[in-house]
């Protein structure tokens, strides 16, 4: 993890002069603006079989080129690679389910975000034990108030394997919190992570709430429940957001404009709702 993170930050210091002219060409003309996805992240973002991307974050980056009056290309990229690739100029933005995070800012911008995010556990149903007792929403920003659900969670993964992506916040939490408690298995994509758990060579996942409660609508996870505490904050960051290059302030300053729009008139509702059944608008 050590060496990644050195890398982000010789990719972070080696586009500055990148930077500096692609802020201006946003604010002065209409350069087709190039915003990358993951592709692989049912609902926010994923492939259809026709090879075409959706989602909701799909959905929501055509309503900011709109507002934005900019000319937009979207496209797919591995989420291992998706940071390291805005920084070395491949593309502009990224919108793939990104939290915003203090680490994440040491080589990012990111615009205000445009929705909220909570994190739980999915594993078989059969293994739910204690975690059944609650499934309350904490904030680990409030240190206090969620050491209880946060041992709650070491006591019943105990000894457990849980896989998360690579890169994510995820793994984060379980770095921070569980690491003398649980195995951590790392997978470069979620397909590949939910697989094992469905052939059992993982006891459970920590994931992103409206991510696992799509996944257990598939037929493959009929004997799966989400349970325990429900987590925001602290190391799963601010919520999610467009992160750009640093020092790009005029292509923050169009995204930022254009989320606080698409909030206030109800938009990210609107595609929240049809995308995840609820309204993860930011409060």
Not at 187 to 201: A, F, I
Request: negative net charge; proline residues 3%; charged residues 25%.
């Amino acid at each position: 993890m050590q060496l990644i993170r050195k890398k982000l930050l010789f990719f972070a210091l080696s586009a500055s002069v990148l930077t500096a002219c692609t802020s201006a060409s946003f604010a002065e003309d209409n350069a087709v603006l190039k915003i990358a996805t993951e592709g692989a992240f049912k609902p926010w973002n994923f492939t259809e079989p026709s090879g075409k991307l959706a989602g909701f974050e799909i959905d929501l980056a055509e309503d900011l080129c709109k507002r934005m009056n900019r000319t937009c290309e979207i496209v797919a990229q591995d989420w291992d690679g998706i940071i390291p690739a805005l920084n070395a100029g491949k593309y502009d933005v990224i919108m793939a389910a990104m939290s915003i995070t203090d680490e994440r800012k040491k080589v990012l911008d990111f615009s205000v975000p445009y929705v909220a995010t909570y994190h739980a556990t999915m594993l078989p149903e059969a293994a739910v034990g204690r975690l059944a007792e609650d499934t309350q929403r904490y904030n680990l920003s409030d240190e206090k108030a969620s050491e209880a659900p946060v041992r709650l969670l070491a006591e019943e993964l105990k000894n457990k394997t849980v896989g998360v992506q690579l890169a994510s916040t995820n793994g984060a939490f379980l770095e921070a919190y569980l690491k003398n408690d649980v195995t951590i298995t790392y997978y470069k994509t979620v397909e590949q992570l939910n697989l094992d758990l469905q052939s059992g060579r993982i006891d459970a996942t920590i994931a992103d709430l409206t991510a696992l409660e799509a996944e257990l609508k598939k037929p493959g996870f009929s004997g799966y429940k989400i349970a325990g505490p429900v987590l925001m904050g602290g190391v799963f960051g601010e919520g999610v957001g467009a992160a750009m290059r640093k020092g790009d302030d005029a292509l923050k300053q169009l995204f930022d404009t254009a989320i606080t729009a698409a909030i206030k008139d109800g938009t990210v509702k609107q595609l929240s709702e049809k995308w995840y059944g609820t309204d993860i608008s930011p409060l």
